[in-house]
């Protein structure tokens, strides 16, 4: 009598040794990833200028949680991670991405740019802490072979991106309305006071001859 094909369930394949291995480089690979990309914003230079605390705490941030991942890519226990560890780090990845184009965007462009949209920005910077935060908050760090000091790192990041606000320094706004008045005045043909004049220039960052010229060919190219 032949036996249908059917009697018999479907074999389960189990896992190679290759494929494990290459799960556990993929998972390294990741947090190498994030390990670059923390390293690449703590490189940054704070902006001077404007949005100068924001930049701060965000290349501040950036270097702990760099820390991290520096002791997770040398510690043999946490070479393999939970699908949600996993799923934090990839999120992670691409909140890191965002923030490290926001800050270049914010270094390269022309300080009268960054002034105009002061307030979007550092809504930016706040939107992108929250998400850091968030994802901070489900990681499930009990679960990795962290150093005490390692984990009060993570913790203190994380503690840190929840007190995040939208606000502005005043000093930015301040200078923003200044700038607005001066526009103003120039529209209806009034010549500002050279002293205000030179305040602004100097509270910009543009207190010689070259670094006007910078701005001015930065705003050559935005417009």
Not at 39 to 65: E, F, G, R, V
Not at 210 to 220: A, F, G, P, T
């Amino acid at each position: 009598m032949a036996v249908s094909p059917r009697v018999f369930p479907s074999r389960k394949r189990c896992p190679s040794t290759g494929s494990s291995i290459s799960s556990k480089f993929a998972d390294l690979n990741l947090v190498k990833s994030l390990l670059s990309l923390s390293q690449d914003i703590s490189a940054l230079k704070p902006l001077q200028c404007l949005l100068k605390q924001k930049s701060l705490s965000t290349i501040n941030k950036s270097k702990l949680l760099a820390i991290v991942f520096e002791q997770l890519l040398h510690n043999p226990v946490s070479t393999s991670f939970s699908p949600l560890i996993l799923l934090c780090f990839e999120e992670m990845y691409i909140v890191f991405q965002r923030i490290k184009t926001l800050m270049e965007d914010c270094c390269n462009g022309s300080k009268m740019w960054l002034l105009m949209r002061i307030q979007p920005l550092a809504n930016s910077f706040h939107e992108l802490t929250l998400e850091l935060s968030t994802l901070l908050d489900i990681f499930p760090v009990s679960e990795l072979d962290l150093s005490q000091d390692v984990e009060e790192l993570f913790v203190l990041v994380r503690k840190h991106c929840s007190q995040s606000k939208p606000s502005i320094d005043p000093r930015d706004d301040s200078l923003r309305r200044d700038v607005l008045a001066l526009l103003h005045q120039i529209k209806k043909e009034i010549v500002p006071h050279h002293l205000k004049l030179k305040q602004i220039l100097d509270n910009l960052g543009l207190s010689n001859q070259s670094s006007c010229r910078e701005e001015i060919e930065c705003l050559q190219d935005e417009i």
